[in-house]
């Protein structure tokens, strides 16, 4: 077993590397900055805790957005009060509104963790954020997981504890959901040709 000293240092050179990937996956999940920075700050606390547990060699980016996931489900279970099994489906009511303006704009100076959030959004124009996040959660979830996050079918698989197959069928009709809303929006900015 790792010394105290040793497992801190060894889960902040490693673990802390992915805050970022996981404040943006987190605000896309709750919309809000103080809960995804709370969301996050949980996550952390708990990965430290379990870092013993966690298998050297293996994904630890995956690991931490399991974590990440399974923390809010169980804080969305506590909210609603929900006795028993909840199902990843059932959030996605609760999350299908875009952000809410005074909420994002809300909070004290830009740190680290919103700054990152500040870099994804000039890379991404309010009509492509707001397509995306106008997905269902699933479809949202999985598109992050694999096309910003870059992580494999296998990972995501585990992370959302579904087959590889569901998260192929997800990815595809989320991207296909995300064609047809962006279309206006390609054709505006030149990426397609207008039909004369």
Do not use: C
């Amino acid at each position: 077993m790792r010394d105290d000293n040793t497992r801190r240092r060894e889960f902040e050179e490693h673990a802390m590397a992915h805050v970022d990937s996981l404040y943006n996956m987190a605000l896309r999940m709750v919309f809000n900055k103080e809960e995804a920075e709370d969301l996050v700050q949980e996550t952390y606390l708990k990965a430290y805790r379990f870092f013993d547990t966690f298998q050297k060699g293996t994904n630890l980016k995956a690991w931490l957005f399991k974590i990440l996931r399974n923390t809010f489900i169980n804080n969305y279970r506590k909210t609603a009060s929900m006795p028993g099994e909840i199902f990843f489906d059932d959030i996605e009511s609760i999350q299908i509104s875009a952000p809410n303006e005074e909420a994002t704009k809300s909070g004290e100076a830009v740190d680290t963790l919103e700054k990152k959030y500040n870099d994804l959004g000039s890379l991404l124009d309010d009509e492509v954020k707001s397509a995306l996040d106008s997905l269902p959660i699933e479809y949202r979830e999985a598109i992050l997981l694999s096309d910003v996050e870059e992580l494999s079918y296998k990972d995501i698989s585990e992370i959302t504890n579904v087959p590889i197959g569901t998260v192929k069928s997800r990815l595809n009709r989320g991207r296909g959901l995300l064609q047809k809303s962006l279309l206006a929006y390609a054709k505006d900015r030149g990426f397609i040709k207008r039909e004369k």
